[in-house]
Nanobody, 117 residues
């Protein structure tokens, strides 16, 4: 199994940027498909972006062109670069890891992102 720990959240003004990190330990990081999810107060958790073991990426329509997901397998870390942040990006952001051959997803504890003027 893999343990995940997010960092990099905080308070930022609209239009600002943040970079989230998700550090992994305990397993072979490169074997996992990785995703960022977020959950805003009173809303369901939603998929923000994903990156496969091969480096293919996908994004929610709401963040396309503003967010970039990446991974560094040598550092066992995934990133989410968030630019041109909007009020509606406020949420707890979670990283998720899952092997394609497994039904078991792994989650981090989440990091709070607050966009406010």
């Amino acid at each position: 199994q893999v343990q995940l720990a997010e960092s990099g959240g905080g308070l930022v003004q609209p239009g600002g940027s943040l970079r989230l990190s998700c550090a992994a330990s305990g397993s072979i990081f490169s074997m996992y498909d990785l995703r960022w999810y977020r959950q805003a107060p009173g809303k369901e958790r939603e998929l923000v972006a994903g990156i496969t073991t091969g480096g293919s990426t996908n994004y929610a329509d709401s963040v396309k062109g503003r967010f970039t997901i990446s991974r560094d397998n040598a550092k066992n870390t995934m990133y989410l670069q968030m630019n041109v942040l909007k009020l509606e990006d406020t949420a707890v952001y979670y990283c998720n890891a899952k092997m394609a051959i497994s039904l078991t997803p792994y989650w981090g504890q989440g990091t709070q992102v607050t966009v406010s003027s």
